[in-house]
């Protein structure tokens, strides 16, 4: 696969949320690619909820063949349980490259070997690429609502064994 996911540890999680850029990042990222103040700050949160079992919350996805972080994604709710929700971006200078099938493949993965058995993702209805990705990973839509930061998105579910 042409794409890996590194774990966002801790203290890289806090420079992120500080909206600083650690110097191990510097020049190593594609504009856009990391994940805004208020993503790491939710994944901060995330992690120091004592149901979440002690895996990373989020990850950068990196390009192989040059080491280059062309996105971000991660898990928005503990692992474990019966349902986890996932989210995924990646720079807009990488965009169609698969980056984000990749992405959404592995966190899947991730998810399933924790014990979970459904992946939740909520997609904006106008995300057309968004939607093609969780499609081909074998996401059904199952709903839609408003979400927390008022924005109508439409679920996307994968199921293990379906």
């Given amino acids: 696969?042409?794409?890996?996911?590194?774990?966002?540890?801790?203290?890289?999680?806090?420079?992120?949320?500080?909206?600083?850029?650690?110097?191990?990042?510097?020049?190593?990222?594609?504009?856009?690619?990391?994940?805004?103040?208020?993503?790491?700050?939710?994944?901060?949160?995330?992690?120091?909820?004592?149901?979440?079992?002690?895996?990373?919350?989020?990850?950068?996805?990196?390009?192989?063949?040059?080491?280059?972080?062309?996105?971000?994604?991660?898990?928005?709710?503990?692992?474990?349980?019966?349902?986890?929700?996932v989210g995924y971006g990646v720079a807009p200078s990488t965009r169609g490259q698969g980056a984000a099938s990749a992405a959404l493949k592995l966190l899947t993965e991730l998810a399933l070997q924790s014990g979970t058995s459904e992946v939740l993702a909520e997609i904006v209805p106008t995300n057309a690429a968004s939607i093609r990705v969780a499609q081909n990973a074998g996401f059904i839509q199952v709903g839609a609502r408003v979400d927390e930061d008022n924005e109508y998105v439409t679920q996307w579910l994968y199921r293990s064994g379906a």
């Fill in 1 to 85: 696969m042409p794409y890996v996911l590194l774990p966002l540890l801790t203290p890289t999680l806090e420079w992120l949320a500080d909206s600083r850029i650690p110097a191990e990042l510097a020049g190593r990222t594609e504009p856009e690619s990391l994940p805004p103040a208020f993503v790491a700050a939710r994944a901060l949160k995330l992690e120091a909820n004592p149901d979440h079992p002690n895996l990373p919350t989020s990850y950068l996805i990196v390009r192989d063949q040059d080491s280059r972080v062309v996105g971000a994604c991660g898990f928005k709710t503990p692992l474990g349980l019966n349902r986890v929700a």
